[in-house]
């Protein structure tokens, strides 16, 4: 990934996206609003007890770097629900943990805090998808669920899609001191003897499973426990803000 900033936003780009035509992403780090205290600075989430008219602020920031129509953020459930977004959607409030649309000028993000966030692009069906992907989420593959969705509405086949896997918790940070009772069986040979589970790999190859070619998926490989300068971790703070990860399809130029 590659850091840039914009005034005083800073965002990661995935270098599979970056040089492709129709579309913008950017994973927000934490520099950049206007919260306080534990929420500092560009905290995206009413959820979590920051003042509402500081989290408005930040997510207007967020979308203006992006210069979208509409700004959809769902309401995250953490299970495998992946809805369709059309015009006026944002209008509305969409619970789920994964969005997809082929509509340009709407931009898909969600929240994250140690949990995953993914974002899809196809490039030959022109569709983009943003997904939020905790444990629980992994535990039901929410990633094929999104594959899925997205041959469903728009025909897309896996092996065009590119994914961008975001900053998140980290192998050595992921312990899970339960993880029989959490995890099915077949994941748990990804859990070393210290009960920490790779997520990265976990996610990479469930994606690799569903016909993702693997040079098309990108790992950001930063662990949001340990950079809490940059990102919000609820494992490492428990009150904290949250990141943004999000997608567009651009305006025809």
């Not at 629900?81 to 969409?94: C, L, T």
């Amino acid at each position: 990934m590659e850091v840039s900033e914009d005034k005083e936003i800073q965002v990661m780009h995935y270098e599979r996206l970056m040089d492709r035509e129709g579309v913008i992403h950017a994973v927000f780090s934490r520099h950049g609003g206007v919260s306080e205290g534990e929420f500092a600075s560009l905290n995206c989430s009413y959820s979590v007890g920051d003042d509402p008219r500081r989290v408005a602020e930040n997510r207007m920031r967020m979308a203006s770097y992006f210069g979208c129509r509409e700004f959809v953020i769902p309401r995250l459930v953490h299970g495998d629900v992946v809805e369709v977004v059309e015009k006026g959607d944002s209008k509305r409030v969409i619970v789920a943990d994964g969005v997809i649309t082929d509509v340009e000028g709407i931009c898909l993000g969600v929240s994250f805090a140690d949990c995953q966030t993914a974002l899809f692009y196809d490039p030959i069906r022109h569709v983009v998808g943003s997904v939020h992907a905790g444990w629980r989420g992994l535990v039901q593959n929410i990633y094929a669920r999104t594959l899925e969705r997205m041959f469903e509405a728009f025909g897309c086949l896996a092996q065009d899609v590119i994914v961008g896997i975001s900053p998140s918790l980290g192998p050595g940070q992921s312990e899970f001191i339960h993880y029989k009772r959490e995890f099915s069986r077949e994941h748990w040979g990804y859990v070393d003897q210290e009960n920490r589970i790779d997520m990265w790999k976990l996610a990479t190859d469930q994606l690799v499973g569903c016909g993702v070619m693997r040079e098309n998926i990108e790992v950001a490989g930063v662990c949001t426990y340990l950079n809490g300068k940059d990102y919000f971790s609820y494992r490492r703070d428990r009150v904290c803000g949250r990141n943004m990860s999000a997608i567009m399809l651009a305006f025809p130029s």
